[in-house]
């Protein structure tokens, strides 16, 4: 009998989704708009609110990419600018700067975090400016759901007057002192895309701090009209906006995202408790009291001289027992697309990238599930 395959993340219906998809057939709002759209990004809205920074406002769009594009457009960023990116990410992070024509300038990650490195970010700052053109913008993701240095970030940030873009795809349901990834920064990005920790199929957010930059990315998002009764348009627009059916599945799971948050971090902790005694893998922790991750992913380190086999072999081995497991992003200096851009660090990320694997950690396995994964597991480690 052929095993059921075990995934890295799938989606985990809540159970009003399918309901708020009904209310929109009934009626009839089958649009880029409606009140699924609404409710949903009123949710988000609500649950993002912190009494440190206050009220957010929520542009529901049809991707997190687009969110990314949309945020280098309101920040004013063309052609031949340059704008500053964590290079260990999804490509989706840095893909929009090549649609605007601008340049991406690729920074390495600090260990603890595996995110965007706040010394190196300040080093390419003043190498960028003493060669005649001051960045942009930077793009700090929180990778996996562990928040990046926050506060360090910030200081560089502010300190050169240099607008961040908050990449929060992987990290809606994480905090840093207590507040709420998607909050920080000049913008924020989210994503419900279909591997994420909730889903609307397809999807993403812009979080934006005020209703004018909110308004802004609306109407950029449904093809820059301007206020006339024909279609007038004195600006390039784009067809950005979530579907009313998309976002009905979206309310469905904002209802559950604090569960979901929940068993992400039980199944992180899991993988704490598997290998709490295997000398040469190391699980990615949150560094620090300040840092509380969703734990989207769980990923570990392996040390090849200690336990004898790569993540390599660890990967093939899981994959033979219908487990699914995948390296680290691989960092965008190394990505053939890429390799002409500069690139400011040392070799943090491609070391991460070398020696990390990113574990099953969806929130729907089961108990039985963690037994074949552990079973599987340490089979691969005796071998
Ligand atoms: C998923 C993801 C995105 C893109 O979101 P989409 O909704 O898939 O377009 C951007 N950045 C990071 C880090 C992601 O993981």
Same mark, same amino acid.
């Given at each position: 009998m052929s095993k059921e395959k075990i995934w890295l993340s799938s989606p985990h219906m809540g159970g009003n989704e399918q309901k708020y998809i009904n209310d929109a057939f009934a009626e009839n709002w089958i649009a880029p708009l409606g009140p699924n759209v609404t409710e949903f990004e009123k949710s988000i809205k609500t649950y993002l609110y912190s009494q440190k920074l206050g009220e957010q406002e929520v542009a529901a769009l049809s991707s997190g990419t687009a969110a990314l594009h949309l945020a280098l457009i309101l920040l004013g960023v063309t052609r031949d600018d340059e704008v500053l990116c964590q290079s260990m990410t999804f490509a989706a992070s840095a893909n929009p700067i090549i649609y605007q024509g601008a340049k991406p300038v690729f920074i390495d990650s600090e260990s603890k975090t595996l995110n965007i490195c706040p010394e190196q970010l300040e080093i390419a700052i003043k190498d960028r400016i003493s060669k005649g053109k001051k960045p942009k913008a930077i793009i700090a993701v929180h990778l996996y759901g562990m928040p990046y240095n926050v506060d360090a970030v910030q200081k560089v940030a502010e300190e050169y007057d240099i607008p961040v873009i908050e990449d929060s795809a992987e990290a809606l349901g994480s905090s840093y002192k207590g507040v709420k990834c998607g909050t920080f920064g000049r913008f924020s990005v989210l994503s419900f895309n279909g591997n994420k920790i909730i889903t609307t199929s397809g999807g993403g957010a812009l979080v934006t701090r005020n209703s004018e930059d909110k308004n802004k990315a609306i109407y950029l998002a449904t093809q820059a009209r301007d206020d006339a009764p024909h279609y007038q348009h004195s600006e390039i627009g784009y067809n950005y906006r979530l579907s009313n059916i998309c976002a009905g599945i979206g309310r469905g799971q904002m209802e559950v995202l604090d569960k979901r948050v929940l068993a992400r971090r039980d199944m992180f902790q899991f993988y704490v408790n598997l290998f709490? &005694?295997? &000398?040469?893998i190391k699980v990615h922790e949150e560094p620090g009291e300040e840092y509380y991750s969703n734990h989207w992913l769980s990923v570990i380190e392996i040390d090849e001289k200690k336990v004898g086999l790569n993540r390599e072999k660890l990967r093939k081995h899981l994959l033979t027992e219908e487990i699914e497991s995948r390296p680290l992003w691989k960092p965008m200096h190394m990505q053939p697309v890429f390799r002409n851009y500069p690139f400011y660090g040392t070799q943090v990320a491609e070391n991460k990238f070398n020696t990390g694997l990113c574990l099953p950690s969806g929130s729907n396995l089961t108990d039985s599930d963690r037994s074949r994964i552990e079973k599987a597991i340490m089979n691969g480690l005796k071998k």
């Open positions: 709490k &005694d295997i &000398d040469g």
